[in-house]
């Protein structure tokens, strides 16, 4: 049984809006009743329930805001608006919030159970849909993996793709927002002498997929991003790919444009070329642990500075950046491995992009990190390390830096990393995703949530990254653990 919740003012109304129809014959339950729009929005929070009937008048928190929250929180739940007012304007802005339908007072039993009913069918539909969608994203996870090595003319022939021209390339997008209702995968579109295929590959992020011929018309491809990509805020473009040619690498080289491009953000379209890393990188990697050896924290800071110039100098691409930054938290973690302070996190070139910091700024903290090495009490006040671990447990579910967890308690980054290893026994990178991953997991009892969703709720922006973390800890991937 889907749940229902009504919401109105009026006890009395909400009581025979209950009451009007026989909501199990129609697949529904009545969960309970709200009388204004700010405990209406904590039930929905509570019990997530798939349909909402509610005033659109209300003291306090009204009906079209409690729609907005519904919508912004990314809940599935669907809202029927009811108003007293026979003013077409009510109506635009149900619709144009997002409201599945709107009623008139005095609502009619037919109008209500014809409500309910399509109300019935859309969610029927759409779980159809999305169990259709988890397993495409299963097999597209698989496809896209860096060590699988299907070819273009592989995928393409699965999926009954014609190929008309002879090249292919990725482009990888980041949207500020993607509206939750766009399709995870669109039929191939025909764009003139250029064919596309999208696909969603995070909360805001889209892969294309694009077959054209490079040699006797070049200028498509830019053509067809100034044209269709104006809203994208960053752009990664693959290098020429043809039939033959891995499906993943170029969905990976254009990932890797697309984060060296959010990173430097100079150019927000950017071509993956293949870069060595310069000499001189190398080299300061060995200095710096030469730096390090000695225990020289002018030396180390002055090295990691450096560090970070070669990288921005360079514009080294954001695998080569991570890379780098890696190195060093490796050298942290190989000297100072008996120090209380656990110090920093390894990262991956998505999460540094998605950082939104400089090079330097990434790098900084690297130096301060040496810096509370040795500098930390070996002992945190009393009660602080169960308040923090409060604050985490109570938002693992948002987008958290560890830097913010610090500043909330005014803490040193380095310090805060610390006392969440010391009492967890593993990094917060880690705790944090086996924290999302438990409650994923959970989550996939209910068949009624696809994994799409399910992804949202628990924090993750990218389903493959979730795919790949889950597969990790788990040994196989959400839709195959779902089957068991």
Not at 46 to 53: H, M, T
Not at 89 to 116: C, M, N, P, T, W
Not at 454 to 479: A, M
Request: proline residues 5%; charged residues 25%; contains cysteine.
């Amino acid at each position: 049984m889907r749940k229902v919740l009504i919401v109105d003012d009026e006890p009395w109304v909400a009581y025979g809006i209950s009451q009007l129809i026989d909501w199990e014959r129609l697949g529904f339950r009545i969960i309970g009743e709200a009388y204004d729009g700010a405990s209406a929005w904590q039930q929905v929070m509570q019990e997530q329930p798939e349909l909402v009937i509610s005033d659109i008048r209300m003291p306090g928190l009204d009906g079209l805001e409690l729609l907005e929250n519904i919508k912004r929180s990314g809940l599935p739940t669907q809202v029927v608006l009811i108003s007293g007012y026979a003013d077409f304007s009510y109506a635009q802005q149900a619709i144009r919030h997002g409201a599945f339908d709107y009623l008139l007072k005095q609502v009619e039993q037919d109008q209500l159970e014809d409500a309910a009913k399509r109300v019935g069918e859309f969610l029927d539909s759409r779980e159809q849909s999305d169990s259709s969608l988890d397993l495409f994203l299963d097999d597209l996870f698989e496809l896209l993996d860096p060590d699988n090595s299907v070819s273009i003319a592989s995928f393409i022939e699965s999926r009954r793709i014609p190929a008309s021209f002879p090249h292919f390339r990725f482009i990888n997008c980041l949207f500020p927002e993607i509206s939750p209702d766009w399709p995870t995968l669109t039929s191939p579109a025909d764009a003139g002498q250029l064919h596309e295929l999208r696909m969603r590959t995070g909360q805001n992020k889209l892969s294309i997929l694009i077959n054209y011929d490079e040699d006797n018309h070049p200028l498509d491809l830019l053509t067809y991003i100034s044209e269709h990509l104006q809203a994208a805020e960053w752009n990664g473009i693959s290098s020429l790919g043809l039939l033959d040619s891995p499906l993943s690498r170029l969905h990976q080289e254009a990932d890797i444009a697309l984060y060296s491009s959010a990173f430097y953000r100079a150019e927000n379209v950017l071509r993956y070329k293949p870069v060595l890393p310069p000499a001189e990188l190398r080299k300061m990697l060995l200095r710096l642990e030469v730096s390090i050896k000695e225990q020289s924290q002018d030396d180390i800071t002055s090295d990691i500075s450096l560090i970070a110039s070669i990288c921005r100098t360079h514009l080294l691409p954001a695998d080569q950046v991570a890379f780098a930054y890696n190195q060093i938290v490796s050298l942290y973690y190989k000297y100072y491995e008996s120090s209380w302070n656990s110090g920093p996190e390894l990262l991956t070139y998505e999460t540094i992009a998605r950082q939104h910091c400089t090079s330097e700024e990434l790098f900084a903290r690297l130096g301060a990190s040496f810096e509370n090495a040795a500098g930390e009490p070996a002992v945190s006040p009393s009660g602080l390390a169960k308040r923090v671990l409060d604050y985490i447990d109570d938002s693992f579910t948002q987008d958290l830096l560890l830097s913010e967890v610090a500043r909330n308690f005014r803490l040193s980054t380095g310090y805060a990393s610390a006392l969440v290893k010391r009492e967890t026994g593993t990094t917060y990178s880690d705790y944090v995703a086996a924290k999302r991953l438990q409650l994923a997991r959970q989550l996939l009892a209910d068949p009624e949530l696809s994994i799409h969703e399910i992804v949202q709720r628990i924090g993750y922006k990218d389903y493959f990254h979730f795919n790949k973390l889950f597969k990790k800890h788990f040994g196989v991937t959400p839709s195959k653990y779902r089957k068991l």
